[in-house]
């Protein structure tokens, strides 16, 4: 069974500085990876996702991501963050076995520090 | 066009009573997924619909948890005697499954708090 894994639950991280929020899954065959953000009390967005082509993917609010197939790694990044990025970052793969069903990391908290 | 709506958006309720949660995907998405969001477990896959079928209710946790879909439309989530342990936030998503590239977004209605006491 493919599975998810967000390495950290917290990252903290100096506004405008860089910051990678890292994310392996599990599955070796063809996978859709996502990257959902979750502000405080809303639900979920899309922020990128990769199905095929090109392995640097840009998504929206200046987020970007790198799939590495050998290392099945799919690590959200952003050169400069913002205080309005404070939220929960949830890395999902879509399994194509099952209907698409998402399988979900355990997401990681961005904290902004003034 | 309007996004998924769910409602209600927070529900307290007692242990033991019913409740029905609701979601109303985007027009036309014929695929429907149930999730969970709780403290302990994350986020977890519940049950899909394509169409008014349900191929995969892999996700239920327990024969307490039925969901239905009427008119490739909306989508009811039934927990009946709830735990508290069914304490969480129930998230809806839809997609337009069969359509290349389409198949494999899926949106998310803004969720169901449900507080059991």
């Known amino acids: 069974a493919q599975s998810v894994t967000q390495l950290d639950s917290q990252v903290p991280v100096f506004e405008e500085a860089p910051v990678e929020l890292r994310c392996n899954y599990s599955?070796?065959?063809?996978?859709?990876l996502f990257w959902y953000v979750q502000y405080p009390n809303q639900g979920l967005q899309l922020l990128l996702k990769y199905l095929s082509g090109s392995t640097l993917v840009k998504g929206i609010n200046g987020f970007e991501a790198e799939f590495n197939k050998s290392q099945t790694s799919f690590h959200l990044r952003k050169p400069s963050v913002h205080i309005s990025d404070t939220a929960e970052y949830f890395c999902a793969v879509s399994d194509r076995g099952r209907n698409y069903q998402l399988i979900w990391g355990a997401g990681t908290k961005l904290i902004i520090k003034p | 066009g309007a996004g998924v709506s769910q409602s209600p958006s927070n529900k307290v309720t007692e242990k033991g009573k019913d409740v029905e949660l609701r979601c109303d995907p985007i027009?036309?998405?014929?695929?429907l997924y149930w999730y969970r969001q709780s403290l302990g477990q994350g986020l977890e896959f519940l049950i899909y619909f394509q169409g008014n079928s349900a191929p995969d209710k892999s996700g239920l946790p327990s024969d307490r948890f039925s969901a239905e879909r009427t008119g490739g439309s909306v989508s009811t989530l039934t927990i009946q005697r709830t735990q508290q342990e069914d304490s969480a936030v129930y998230l809806c998503?839809?997609?337009?499954?069969?359509?290349?590239?389409?198949?494999?977004?899926?949106?998310f209605g803004p969720g169901t708090r449900l507080t059991v006491t």
């Open positions: 998503a839809s997609s337009l499954v069969g359509v290349p590239a389409s198949s494999y977004e899926q949106y």
């Open positions: 599955s070796s065959v063809s996978v859709y």
């Open positions: 027009s036309g998405h014929t695929a």
